[in-house]
């Protein structure tokens, strides 16, 4: 799955006075079928994509799709299949921020309204970068509520986390055959001398938290400690390891320069650049999960030689398949985003109106550089990757498939065994409330 994405963060910033929306300063708003068009152009059929939230979720089960019906009714009329990101940094004014206990229960009715409103679509992405979300909103104080604290970042965690499953579970009740890919950041952090080895070592395991209780994967026992000293209830605990689907999910990952770290004794971490790189990082986290892998994000800013970005592409591509041919299964691949962002260079603190050329194309909507290698790329390797072993696909059903008789024998099978599974879960927590 060769994809890109239109970037879509909400977060909020200023003490919660203004918004930072990328579709409309990027020109989303405005460009929505040009956008489209070169998704086309580029030889792409994925697109990670999703309506903003904040004016589509109006009010407690209330919603204004005016958008999403026209954007969505256009991907299906170009078959182009949308891995669908229905919260990306931020929530609507009326729900305030990552601390609201309400947020989990009315964004999984959210997302059953939207798999109802559009039941061929079939990816999805419920919550972008969890870990990310919880992290700059909660603990390092940049968007969102603010939070500077253990208490505050757990707290948001916990809630993004069971919204993203909720959402899961609600969604499975429209489309059985439902796949999730998450979309979470993989990280590592280095001791930069003997003093920082424990720092190190506690942010290593705090990396995987977002992902282990999306999972129901066992959190090990001083991240346990952690969670349970910071906000999280044993029975909160238990919600996540009774309700895992890691069965419907691929494990997306993404991976920037930024994503690895030096550590000091004292805790503090910057950013490292690439050290151990993609291939070695995802190999942790495919021995921690073993599901399938997609690369759904990456990119790097078109520098003053003009071939920067080509080049980390190149570099990306080549871990991907370094880990492919290690035997990890790897469904994916994302350069994100299809046009240039604004502001991403300060992570979105500050409406700069400054543009980060990291985009396939600018805001012109001229192709960079790195657009054409793309779309090379993708003419190379597209043919080649699925003859390497015709077993390892996905079962994906394109738009305009919705209605064959394969796609619908397909999803009858899947509600099937999402019944199997209710009914042995059910059953299960029955047999452990009499003992």
Known sequence: MFATGIENS???????????????????????RKDFELVEDLGLRFLRYGPPLHTTLIGPDRYDWEFADVTFAELKRRDIIPIVDLCHFGVPDWLGNFQNPDFPEVFARYAAAFARRFPWVQLYTPVNEMFICAQFSAK?????EEG???????????????????????????????????????????????AAIKPAEIENAKRFLSLDLNYGHRVDSEMYEYLMDNGMTRDEYHFFLGNALHHHCILGNDYYWTNEHRVDAQGISRASGEIFGYSEITRQYYARYRLPVMHTETNIAEGPNGDEAVNWLWKEWANVLRVRNDGVPTVGFTWYSLTDQMDWDVALREKNNRIHPVGLYDLNREIRPVGRSYKQLIADWREVLPTQSVCLSVPIVPPSEHEEPAAQRQRAAARHLRAVEVGDDEQGQASSSRS
């Open 10 to 32: 909400i977060p909020k910033i200023n003490g919660g006075r203004e918004r930072v929306d990328q579709m409309e300063s990027c020109g989303h708003y405005r460009h929505w």
């Open 140 to 144: 390092f104080g940049w968007w969102n």
């Open 148 to 194: 500077t604290t253990d208490l505050t970042f757990v707290t948001a965690l916990k809630h993004i986390v069971k919204a993203n499953v909720l959402a899961m579970m609600e969604i499975l009740k429209v489309r059985a055959d439902a796949i999730f890919i998450q979309s979470e950041s993989s990280e590592y952090f280095h001791a930069e001398n003997p």
